[in-house]
């Protein structure tokens, strides 16, 4: 028997569910810090960054996810993250990622030197993103 009560958990992308079943306990990474759900939370919309999110499936059991930046709703017993990527922690390619890294820091200095009208905001979630892959599966960013 789980420790806690099982609610519905969604984490989505544009390409589809990158977890869809039940769980435990969600965690999120806010955009004022990490927010954990248990089964019957009270309703709740929150913007998120790009971190780490984590669903808790009992006994132990812990699948993690490299996600983007989105948007985080909890209504009765269900929880969903929209996120713009979700890649999970064995799935995670750190070639990729510092490529993704590299081309948004490289994007963000044009911003900075006036060459680029491209969202500051955007390209730092997807620094951030890059660099959080890269930390959850262990590559030195």
């Known amino acids: 028997m789980p420790d806690h009560p099982l609610f519905s958990v969604s984490v989505v992308t544009p390409e589809g569910a990158a977890f869809e ?8 990474p806010g955009a004022v ?13 929150a913007m998120l960054n790009a971190g780490s999110t984590r669903v808790h499936l009992g006994d132990g059991e812990i699948h993690e996810f490299a996600t983007g930046p989105g948007f985080f709703q909890v209504l009765e017993d269900r929880a969903i993250a929209l996120v713009d ?15 993704q890294l590299e081309e948004a820091q490289a994007e963000l200095a044009k911003v900075e030197a006036g060459d680029s009208t491209a969202d ?22």
Request: net charge negative.
């Open 33 to 45: 810090g990490e927010i954990g759900v248990l089964a019957r939370h009270a309703p709740l919309v």
């Open 120 to 141: 500051r905001w955007q390209l730092e979630q997807r620094i951030r993103h890059a660099e959080n892959q890269l930390r959850v599966s262990g590559a030195s960013g």
């Open 85 to 99: 990527d979700a890649v999970s922690a064995e799935a995670i390619d750190a070639d990729r990622a510092e490529r």
């Open 21 to 28: 079943g039940d769980a435990e306990m969600l965690i999120v």
